[in-house]
């Protein structure tokens, strides 16, 4: 029997994609009755999103998606990058024995939208085989028509999300243009599926022997599927170049040159081309934009799905805070505010990677080709060979930030930065900090208690009993254990201010002054 769709709800989210079913997520666990609505009959097919960043995996953590991706996913550290067949890269993301996840962990898209969706819990449905054809804005909230199996259905929403992708229907119903750049070069994109031995790590060749005057990428995935990235020439033909006749043949050199000898069959196709474009604003009164809705970012970088993430992490709580009228509606501006500087920060990056791994011009190729020669001798250039993989992105002017205050032994807890991470004691056993995220304010206090009274606060003082490996006092940039200090995290695991001194008098004027508390 199909389902059917309510008449009125208080979130719709258009697309059930990885950021509209997370962000579905999200809002649930803080309470937030929301449906989902999928134009498709089910989770995403083919190759997309591989890379998922540490940050994207503490926020399926905030819903428990978290030990299904761990456990399927493959987790790693680095890659190696090679010119023609010498290895002139070999780098290392940050990673430490005390990690909670891997930097980066590989594992297909419609895996991610599983887990995501199996996340969800009570209070919101995902309606897939449904299309949102048409919004129309008025006096609080949204009319929707949606294509359903059983017909056109009328849906009244008091906010909508539009998650609808690239080619958002939203976005376009709105009358909005996504602004930016697109670049020419082609990059072919093949699954195969081969047993292999080599451990995971982020593979590229330039100028291989195999393919000469290409850049292959590799990256292992789960189930023995390997995800192949070749470009191909600017005076190739697109059509011709995903034919299978042209595509395996590229492949099997590859595979031969770097020594893979198992069998191994095609499981997918496509082309691919980078783009750097976004939307001015996220919030459009009561529509908000994410993920693919609202930007497009190379995928050299891995920026993508990753960005969508974090764009849901930062909209699900104001949301909620909103509608259950604990925040003014002011506080959602700020959504817009922080990722499009996000999304700006996530271009200037990617664009820099694009112009490596597919540059636009013969200036570039030239550049990138003195670059590789010189990295075979001298370590010293290697760095700009470096993929600068997807990382979160400090919010350097939001208005939720706090003024700052005092000296410090370093920035990484500045307000506007992702909050450190540290593992910590606690009775039942160590735990991360970053485990605490996601649902409430999150007070930290070093060197004593503090009276903090404040709903959806959640006051953790940490002493020097709890903080045995320093890596808390560290990094909140204390000068030792028990130096008194106060450090606000917001719910989405960033910092909104930190103090000297345990008064809390600072800490609820920053909630107050930023207009968080209604
Ligand atoms: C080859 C490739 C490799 C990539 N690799 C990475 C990577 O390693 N890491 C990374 O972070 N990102 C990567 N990306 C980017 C990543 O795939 C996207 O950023 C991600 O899919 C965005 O998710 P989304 O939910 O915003 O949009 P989508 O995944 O596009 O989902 C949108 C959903 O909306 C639905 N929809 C569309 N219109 C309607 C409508 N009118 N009504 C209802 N539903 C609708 C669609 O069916 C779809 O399910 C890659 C992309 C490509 C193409």
């Known amino acids: 029997m199909n389902q059917t769709l309510p008449e009125h709800i208080p979130v719709a989210i258009a697309g059930g994609g990885p950021v509209g079913l997370t962000l579905s997520a999200l809002l649930t666990r803080q309470g937030v009755a929301n449906v989902v609505i999928e134009a498709d009959e089910g989770y995403c097919s083919g190759s997309r999103a591989i890379c998922i960043s540490r940050r ?28 023609r067949q010498t290895e002139v890269l070999h780098f290392q993301m940050p990673s430490e024995p005390t990690q909670r996840f891997a930097p980066m962990v590989n594992i297909q898209q419609f895996s991610i939208e599983e887990f995501a969706h199996q996340a969800m819990g009570e209070g919101a449905s995902v309606f897939w085989n449904h299309r949102v054809r048409s919004v129309k804005r008025q006096e609080g909230g949204v009319t929707l028509t949606v294509d359903s199996p059983d017909g056109e259905r009328t849906l ?11 080619r958002s229907t939203v976005r376009e119903q709105l009358g909005l243009q996504l602004e930016g750049t697109q670049y020419e070069g082609r990059y072919v994109i093949v699954d195969i599926r081969q047993k292999t031995q080599r451990p995971v790590e982020r593979l590229a060749w330039f100028d291989p022997p195999s393919n000469p005057g290409s850049t292959i990428l590799m990256h292992r995935q789960p189930d023995d599927v390997w995800r192949i990235d070749y470009q ?6 697109p059509l011709e ?3 299978p006749e042209n595509v395996l043949p590229r492949v099997q050199s590859h595979l031969d040159m770097i020594g893979e000898t198992e069998p191994w069959e095609p499981l997918w196709i496509s082309i691919y081309n980078a783009k750097c474009l976004t939307l001015p604003s996220y919030r459009h009164g009561r529509v908000f934009f994410a993920g693919d809705a609202a930007h497009l970012v190379p995928i050299f970088g891995v920026r993508g799905l990753n960005s969508g993430l974090d764009d849901a992490g930062n909209l699900a709580w104001k949301l909620a805070r909103v509608i259950r009228g604990r925040s003014p509606e002011a506080l959602l501006d700020s959504y817009s505010v922080e990722r499009v500087h996000a999304t700006r920060e996530n271009i200037a990056y990617g664009a820099k990677s694009t112009e490596f791994m597919a540059p636009p011009n013969f200036a570039y190729r030239l550049m990138r080709e003195a670059t590789l020669r010189l990295a075979v001798s001298d370590p010293q250039v290697r760095s700009l060979i470096n993929p600068r993989q997807s990382s979160p992105i400090t919010y350097v002017d939001s208005p939720l930030n706090a003024p700052r205050s005092g000296v410090w032994a370093n920035e990484l807890a500045a307000p506007g930065a992702p909050s450190p991470e540290a593992l910590l004691q606690g009775p039942h056993g160590s735990f991360h900090l970053s485990s605490r995220c996601g649902h409430r304010f999150l007070a930290l206090a070093f060197g004593g208690h503090p009276v903090l009274d404040l709903p959806d606060l959640e006051v953790l003082a940490i002493t020097a009993a709890m903080d045995t490996l320093g890596q808390a006092w560290r990094r909140f940039g204390l000068r030792g254990p028990d130096e008194p200090a106060l450090v606000l995290v917001r719910p989405d695991g960033y910092v909104m201010g930190r103090w000297h001194g345990l008064d809390p008098a600072p800490l609820r004027a920053a909630l107050n002054d930023t207009g968080v508390l209604a």
């Open 241 to 243: 170049a995903v034919k």
């Open 56 to 83: 994207s995996q503490e926020i399926l953590g905030w819903v428990g998606a978290d030990a299904a991706l761990v456990a399927k996913g493959l987790g790693w550290v680095g890659g190696r990058s090679h010119f």
């Open 232 to 237: 191909i020439r600017d005076d190739e033909d």
């Open 156 to 166: 009244r929403a008091d906010w909508l999300v539009a998650c609808d992708g690239g």
